[in-house]
């Protein structure tokens, strides 16, 4: 009788650890965060929470183009949008405009040209149409990755993403002895509200669920 019960409690605990396997069933993508910002909720946000611009076709086909470069450099979490921001606070998605004309000699040459308001070096450098949004994006991000190596030896930031920060202000921005370990772009605040509106929607959403409130 004891041989008997020893064998069945042998044979559930073997039974119990062994994962049961479904037939069609797909084994879930590991180590993705729920709390990550996704493209889906930046495109509306750049869409219709720039206060630089007002929503339609074409912004919405530029936003794509910028969120399509992005996805392939690979940023930080905290950081996705970065293009998005950029690109609202500095030409309204508007990938003609003109500005910093006070900075040329005759004072009515724009020097900034398209979504980034990129001045005359960046074609020089780049070889690039400061105009295409595809071309600008990519560039942009290719100029900020090229100085986060100086950044990590210069700065040691102990996290990627003031790393990053850093890397953007110093990219854009003209060379500072000692670099510019402690700045972030201004439009980094764009992006920082883009992500706040995210996660206190994602709040509302599921207050709503738990509720199960129609219209909420």
């Known amino acids: 009788m004891i041989n008997y019960l020893l064998t069945l409690a042998l044979f559930a605990s073997a039974t119990s650890t062994q994962p049961t396997i479904l037939s069609g069933f797909v084994k879930p993508i ?19 929470n720039c206060p630089y611009s007002k929503a339609g076709p074409k912004k919405q086909k530029i936003i794509e183009t910028l969120i399509e470069v992005e996805k392939a ?34 004072k009515n040459t724009p020097m900034a040209v398209g979504l980034f308001q990129m ?7 780049y070889k690039v149409d400061r105009k295409s949004p ?18 990590r030896s210069q700065c040691k930031h102990r996290t990627e993403t003031r790393t990053w920060l850093s890397a953007w202000a110093t990219a854009i921005r003209s060379p500072k002895e000692g ?7 201004k439009f980094y605040r764009v992006l920082k509200r883009w992500h706040k509106n995210i996660k206190n929607n994602r709040e509302v ?10 219209g909420c």
């Open 73 to 106: 450099h690979n940023l930080p979490e905290s950081l996705r949008g970065m293009l998005l921001a950029a690109a609202c606070h500095e030409s309204g998605f508007n990938p003609n405009a003109k500005g910093d004309h006070q900075f040329s000699k005759t």
């Open 179 to 185: 670099g510019r370990c402690g700045e972030r772009p």
């Open 134 to 151: 595809k071309q600008s994006a990519e560039v942009y991000l290719q100029h900020v990755k090229s100085k986060i190596n100086k950044v």
């Open 205 to 214: 959403d599921s207050s709503c669920d738990e509720q199960d409130t129609c």
């Open 30 to 48: 590991q180590n993705v965060s729920e709390d990550s910002i996704t493209y889906d909720e930046l495109y509306d946000e750049a869409l219709f």
């Open 119 to 125: 001045w005359p070096w960046w074609e020089r450098h």
